[in-house]
Every structure is written in structure tokens, then in C-alpha cells.
């Protein structure tokens, strides 16, 4: 069939599931210029109770409940498809996104791709009722499955690796295909840069230093800028780029961090530019959020993870540690000990940087792009 219309879906829980829909839209757009393509987050066209539980109810249990959160995703993963609490999730969600049918009834694409299992769990009902025509396929985020992501009458799946594509398989998808795509991401991720010292040159840092980029909002246990000040007070001969994101508070603590570890602590807050600041540095110290593994891993850069949330991102940080392209602390004596380790080591430093390299699948969003019109045709 024809291709004329292309709408992407997503859902503001976390940032990565949007970085994704960003990511896929962007490809489509470049590779398929005569496509329209829409990229939108369905919580926008549910009503505004049900938008504030889903976002904040998410983010609040991650922030301040993590092992309430963990013993919630372990709970949905091994009930099974018709159990009564994914039954009621399931109701809940179609209760409230008949604004969401709309929106795709008025736009009529011919291909819908999902960054995030709420609209294909909406959708593919709709698709496996004969109410929807356009094909759904949900792109996975993360590195491992979980079952919230099987959904009835999804047309296919693209998911990060062989051995996902080989779970999904086991864990029963009926009819629907399974492509091995990579996560996406943007492009300016999948670009060659200069030399580090290079970078950090042009970042205004000192170019022979060792440079750790810290780039979370807070590791549960300790905050970000406790985090730098620990690496800084230990580690002389290092330096650190600390990223708040959009909490202001944070980053005037930097800020103060910076006066107080002259030249050694640069303090960013939302940054249009993490590549750049990937590509000047040697490790990062994060959370592993799907889409930040994944840039780190087209990057070259070995993590460092501190915190991950339970469930999805310690899937993650094992997904990094079996393929020799990251570390996991999980303490702050831990977290030192083991940045410190790694910086003194070059060697060690180098082989991670390459085996992330090799991990990496930086095209990821144009090969779903490709693969979606030809999956289509």
C-alpha cells in the first residue's frame, strides 16, 4: 500500500519514550520527505485526572518509592495476560482515551508506531476489534522485555537485540513480527567527532584532564551534587561536567559546587548539546534510562551506573555489564572506587569505550524508518 501518513505516539512517563518518538520522527522525515509524519503524546488527548495520576503517580513512585515501583513491575510481569489486575489496567487506560481515538480517526495514518505500550495497548485492541485499519507496531525502549509491552493486535515489534526478539518470541506475539532494530536515537548521536580533548577544548575545559560527565537529577540515596562533590574531593586530577537538567534548584547547587572545586566542576542545566558533552568525556555517571544507554553506547562512552530505578533500568545496567560497556555501583563508596579504578586504568578505559562501540546500533531510527515502509508496501 501506499504510504502517505505516519503518526507516532508516545507518552511523557520519563523522557526516553518521547527522545524515541523524536528520534523515529525525525528519521522518517529525512529519509521519506514526501511522508507526513505526526508525532504527538497520547496522554495529550486523555482527560486531565488520568494524564496527572499517570505522570506524576509514575515519577512520585520512582522518585520516593522504589521498591513499592519494583514490586509493581515484578507483579505485572508475571501475571499473565488475563489476569484481573492487567484486566483493570487495561479497562482504565480505554476509559479514558476515547479523545486518543478520535485524534487518530480524524488524522487516518497509514502506519502508527508506538514508543510506548499505553496507545498500542489502546490501538491494537482496536486493530484486533476490525475499528482500526493502520497497522501498530510498538518500538521498545529498554533492553529487556516486560509484558506490559505485549499487546493484543499489534501488527510488530522492534526491539534492541537478538535475545529480546528471541523472549518476545517465547513469551507468545501470535502472528505479529518482531524486527532487531536497536533502540532509537537522534542522529547527533550517531556522528563522528573530534578527539575528546578536542571537545573538551571547545567546551571550555582543560583538554588533558581526565572528564567525567555526571548527568542525572539525583541517585535516590544522594544528589547529584552530593555525587560531584564525593568524585571531586577524591579525585583531584579528574574533572566533572554536572548536568541538572530542568531542576533549578540543583543547578545552583552546582553552581556553588563549581566556585568551591574551581576550574574542575563546569555545572549545565537542560542541555540542547549531550552529545557534545558525551563526546569530551572519558565515563559517565548516570542512571541507565533506555535512550541515555543507548547514547552512551553509539557514543563509545562506558557508564558508570549509580541508582538505576528497579525493574526496566537495573534490565539495563545488566544489558551494559554483560556486553563490557559499563559498570554498576551500588553505593557511593562503590560509585568512587569504582570511577577511580577505571580512570587510572586506560586500558580498561579503552576496552569498554570499544565494546560499547561495538553494542551500539547508532542508525537505529532510520533502520525503523526503512523498515516500517517496507514493512508497509
Same mark, same amino acid.
Given at each position: 500500500?501506499?504510504?502517505?501518513?505516519?503518526?507516532?505516539?508516545?507518552?511523557?512517563?520519563?523522557? @526516553?519514550?518521547?527522545?524515541? *518518538? +523524536?528520534?523515529?520522527?525525525?528519521?522518517?522525515?529525512?529519509?521519506?520527505?514526501?511522508?507526513?509524519?505526526?508525532?504527538?503524546?497520547?496522554?495529550?488527548?486523555?482527560?486531565?485526572?488520568?494524564?496527572?495520576?499517570?505522570?506524576?503517580?509514575?515519577? %512520585?513512585?520512582?522518585?520516593?518509592?522504589?521498591?513499592?515501583?519494583?514490586?509493581?513491575?515484578?507483579?505485572?510481569?508475571?501475571?499473565?495476560?488475563?489476569?484481573?489486575?492487567?484486566?483493570?489496567?487495561?479497562?482504565?487506560?480505554?476509559?479514558?482515551?476515547?479523545?486518543?481515538?478520535?485524534?487518530?480517526?480524524?488524522?487516518?495514518?497509514?502506519?502508527?508506531?508506538?514508543?510506548?505500550?499505553?496507545?498500542?495497548?489502546?490501538?491494537?485492541?482496536?486493530?484486533?476489534?476490525?475499528?482500526?485499519?493502520?497497522?501498530?507496531?510498538?518500538?521498545?525502549?529498554?533492553?529487556?522485555?516486560?509484558?506490559?509491552?505485549?499487546?493484543?493486535?499489534?501488527?510488530?515489534?522492534?526491539?534492541?537485540?537478538?535475545?529480546?526478539?528471541?523472549?518476545?518470541?517465547?513469551?507468545?506475539?501470535?502472528? %505479529?513480527?518482531?524486527?532487531?532494530?536497536?533502540?532509537?536515537?537522534?542522529?547527533?548521536?550517531?556522528?563522528?567527532?573530534?578527539?575528546?580533548?578536542?571537545?573538551?577544548?571547545?567546551? @571550555?575545559?582543560?583538554?588533558?584532564?581526565?572528564?567525567?560527565?555526571?548527568?542525572?537529577?539525583?541517585?535516590?540515596?544522594?544528589?547529584?551534587?552530593?555525587?560531584?562533590?564525593?568524585? %571531586?574531593?577524591?579525585?583531584?586530577?579528574?574533572?566533572? /561536567?554536572?548536568?541538572?537538567?530542568?531542576?533549578?534548584?540543583?543547578?545552583?547547587?552546582?553552581?556553588?559546587?563549581?566556585?568551591?572545586?574551581?576550574?574542575?566542576?563546569?555545572?549545565?542545566?537542560?542541555?540542547?548539546?549531550?552529545?557534545?558533552?558525551?563526546?569530551?568525556?572519558?565515563?559517565?555517571?548516570?542512571?541507565?534510562?533506555?535512550?541515555?544507554?543507548?547514547?552512551?553506547?553509539? /557514543?563509545?562512552?562506558?557508564?558508570?551506573?549509580?541508582?538505576?530505578?528497579?525493574? +526496566?533500568?537495573?534490565?539495563?545496567?545488566?544489558?551494559?555489564?554483560?556486553?563490557?560497556?559499563?559498570?554498576?555501583?551500588?553505593?557511593?563508596?562503590?560509585?568512587?572506587?569504582?570511577?577511580? *579504578?577505571?580512570?587510572?586504568?586506560?586500558?580498561?578505559?579503552?576496552?569498554?569505550?570499544?565494546?560499547?562501540?561495538?553494542?551500539?546500533?547508532?542508525?537505529?531510527?532510520?533502520?525503523?524508518?526503512?523498515?516500517?515502509?517496507?514493512?508497509?508496501?
Amino acid at each position: 500500500m501506499g504510504v502517505d501518513r505516519i503518526l507516532v505516539l508516545s507518552v511523557k512517563a520519563g523522557a @526516553g519514550h518521547l527522545r524515541a *518518538a +523524536q528520534a523515529v520522527t525525525h528519521a522518517i522525515r529525512e529519509r521519506f520527505p514526501n511522508v507526513e509524519v505526526v508525532s504527538a503524546d497520547a496522554l495529550e488527548y486523555t482527560n486531565a485526572a488520568f494524564r496527572k495520576s499517570y505522570t506524576e503517580g509514575y515519577e %512520585a513512585l520512582v522518585r520516593n518509592l522504589p521498591s513499592v515501583w519494583e514490586r509493581i513491575y515484578e507483579s505485572l510481569e508475571t501475571k499473565p495476560a488475563d489476569s484481573n489486575a492487567k484486566k483493570l489496567a487495561t479497562l482504565w487506560s480505554r476509559l479514558n482515551t476515547k479523545n486518543l481515538l478520535m485524534f487518530v480517526e480524524n488524522f487516518r495514518p497509514d502506519i502508527i508506531a508506538c514508543t510506548h505500550f499505553l496507545p498500542a495497548e489502546v490501538l491494537g485492541k482496536q486493530r484486533s476489534k476490525d475499528k482500526l485499519r493502520a497497522p501498530v507496531y510498538t518500538i521498545l525502549t529498554d533492553y529487556d522485555i516486560h509484558s506490559m509491552w505485549i499487546q493484543e493486535g499489534v501488527t510488530g515489534y522492534f526491539v534492541a537485540s537478538n535475545e529480546m526478539a528471541h523472549a518476545l518470541r517465547e513469551k507468545g506475539i501470535g502472528t %505479529a513480527s518482531v524486527e532487531v532494530s536497536g533502540i532509537p536515537i537522534l542522529p547527533e548521536f550517531a556522528r563522528e567527532y573530534p578527539p575528546r580533548e578536542s571537545m573538551r577544548q571547545t567546551l @571550555g575545559l582543560d583538554p588533558a584532564r581526565r572528564t567525567v560527565l555526571v548527568a542525572a537529577g539525583g541517585f535516590g540515596m544522594m544528589s547529584a551534587d552530593d555525587a560531584v562533590k564525593l568524585l %571531586a574531593e577524591h579525585l583531584p586530577d579528574a574533572q566533572f /561536567m554536572a548536568v541538572a537538567g530542568r531542576n533549578a534548584e540543583l543547578e545552583k547547587r552546582l553552581k556553588k559546587l563549581a566556585r568551591a572545586y574551581k576550574g574542575r566542576v563546569k555545572p549545565f542545566g537542560f542541555v540542547e548539546n549531550m552529545h557534545e558533552l558525551m563526546a569530551a568525556s572519558d565515563v559517565a555517571v548516570s542512571k541507565s534510562g533506555g535512550l541515555t544507554t543507548s547514547e552512551c553506547l553509539a /557514543m563509545g562512552l562506558p557508564m558508570l551506573v549509580f541508582a538505576p530505578i528497579p525493574g +526496566q533500568e537495573e534490565r539495563n545496567a545488566i544489558y551494559l555489564l554483560e556486553h563490557g560497556a559499563g559498570l554498576w555501583a551500588r553505593t557511593p563508596a562503590q560509585m568512587l572506587f569504582k570511577v577511580k *579504578a577505571l580512570l587510572d586504568d586506560s586500558k580498561r578505559l579503552t576496552d569498554m569505550q570499544q565494546a560499547a562501540r561495538r553494542t551500539a546500533r547508532p542508525r537505529a531510527a532510520f533502520d525503523i524508518a526503512e523498515r516500517l515502509m517496507g514493512l508497509s508496501s
